[in-house]
């Protein structure tokens, strides 16, 4: 399990510097926005 989550980690953030750097600034945003639906459940949301 942890192997398969470091790849998937290695994966998500492989790429030149460039990349990088995009990726990193929008991850703020997405945290910003992220907000549970009126019609989600907890574990729908979690998912």
Do not use: C
């Not at 399990?1 to 980690?9: Q, R, S, T």
């Not at 994966?11 to 945003?29: A, H, I, N, Y």
């Amino acid at each position: 399990m942890a192997k398969e989550a470091w790849d998937l980690l290695h994966k998500s953030f492989k790429g030149d510097e460039k990349v990088k750097s995009v990726r990193l600034q929008t991850l703020p945003r997405e945290f910003e926005f992220l907000s549970m639906n009126v019609s989600e459940t907890i574990s729908e949301y979690f998912s």
